[in-house]
């Protein structure tokens, strides 16, 4: 079945940049849509980006359009998440997950949509 390991995460001050990535072990990507869904103790896991395989389509939550962006290699087999001018309010754990779904069909991803989970990684924003 091969994994998903997310890394990249860590604590930077507001305004700030950090960079996660999104890599499969034992399996490719190339043939599944990837999304970046965020989580804090005692809520839901909140989308926040996907991309298709294709890497053509992309999608994002309105609270991170215009600062983060997803990109894909196919052949290095990962998934980018580039965050830019950090708040405090991004602060949760990140997981990437894999989909089959056609994403296109609906105006936001949904966590059900996805599966094969990573194990996340924490971003803290300070402020």
């Known amino acids: 079945q091969g994994q998903l390991v997310e890394s990249g995460g860590g604590l930077v001050q507001a305004g700030g940049s950090l960079r996660l990535s999104c890599t499969a072990f034992g399996r490719t990507l190339s043939g599944v849509h990837i999304g970046w869904f965020r989580q804090d103790p005692g809520t839901e896991r909140e989308f926040v980006a996907a991309?298709?395989?294709?890497?053509?389509?992309?999608w994002y939550s309105d609270s991170v359009k215009g600062r983060f962006t997803i990109s894909r290699s196919n052949t290095k087999n990962t998934v980018d998440l580039q965050m830019n001018n950090l708040i405090p309010e991004d602060t949760a754990v990140y997981y990437c997950?894999?989909?089959?779904?056609?994403?296109?069909?609906?105006?936001?991803?949904?966590?059900?949509?996805?599966?094969?989970w990573g194990q996340g990684t924490q971003v803290t924003v300070s402020s």
């Open positions: 991309i298709a395989r294709g890497g053509l389509s992309k």
């Open positions: 997950g894999s989909t089959t779904v056609a994403l296109w069909s609906r105006p936001t991803p949904l966590e059900s949509d996805f599966g094969s």
